[in-house]
């Protein structure tokens, strides 16, 4: 595979005048990355002899990392997947009294499953910051920048996604249903972001003092 022509595919097919892929999807993209390059420094602490001490730990946690790589992946391919069924929704007939309700219906269920999807790659990024934090207190020196921008990454993923929560849900009839997801997504970006801004800090000053 020519990954250099899949990068420029992808990215022509954002930068264009379809909606998909869109700010959700890219969100999902960036916790896969975060996931990714934690996997790269994991593998580049295996097999040094400095940290034999905790290979059998980078090993576990390129394995978990492995899986927050497909379940991003997927959730990107989700998130576009949902945002056509809204669109599909809103092209639904509307002649009739009907129609019109069955149309409604049809909308409200396409964006309750549309604000889902974000909602779980912020729950994806929650479960995975523990991961990069054991990374950067374990994992070769020589790769803490990498995993500082694994976490920016993964923050970006969770704030990004959390918006798309807000525009989703701001569409919903039932404002109930709408103040539960958009509050419980709150509390987990918030989180997200002090875990991450506490080990950036740590790692800015450990990059500083060399």
């Given amino acids: 595979m020519d990954t250099n022509s899949t990068i420029k595919n992808y990215l022509e097919s954002l930068s264009s005048n379809s909606p998909t892929p869109g700010g959700g999807n890219v969100a999902a993209f960036c916790?896969?990355?975060s996931s990714s390059l934690g996997t790269m420094v994991c593998n580049l602490t295996?097999?040094?002899?400095?940290y034999a001490n905790v290979e059998s730990d980078m090993i576990n946690l390129a394995t978990n990392l492995k899986?927050?790589?497909d379940d991003f992946t997927k959730l990107a391919r989700e998130d576009n997947e949902a945002f056509d069924k809204v669109m599909g929704a809103f092209k639904l007939p509307k002649e009739t009294d009907a129609n019109k309700?069955?149309?409604?219906?049809?909308?409200?269920?396409?964006t309750i499953g549309a604000s889902i999807v974000p909602a779980n790659v912020i729950k994806k990024c929650y479960e995975l910051i523990p991961f990069l934090i054991?990374?950067?207190?374990?994992?070769?020196?020589?790769?803490i920048s990498d995993v500082g921008v694994a976490?920016?990454?993964a923050d970006t993923a969770a704030k990004g996604a959390y918006l798309n929560v807000l525009i989703n849900c701001s569409s919903l009839d039932n404002q109930t249903i709408a103040y539960e997801?958009?509050?419980q997504n709150e509390l987990f970006v918030n989180e997200i972001s002090n875990q991450v801004e506490l080990k950036y800090e740590a790692i800015l000053s450990s990059l500083k003092k060399n």
């Fill in 31 to 33: 916790g896969a990355l």
């Fill in 46 to 50: 295996i097999g040094k002899k400095k």
């Fill in 67 to 69: 899986t927050f790589v």
């Fill in 101 to 110: 309700l069955e149309r409604d219906n049809q909308i409200q269920e396409a």
């Fill in 134 to 143: 054991e990374i950067a207190d374990k994992g070769n020196s020589n790769s």
């Fill in 151 to 153: 976490l920016l990454l």
């Fill in 181 to 183: 997801i958009i509050k």
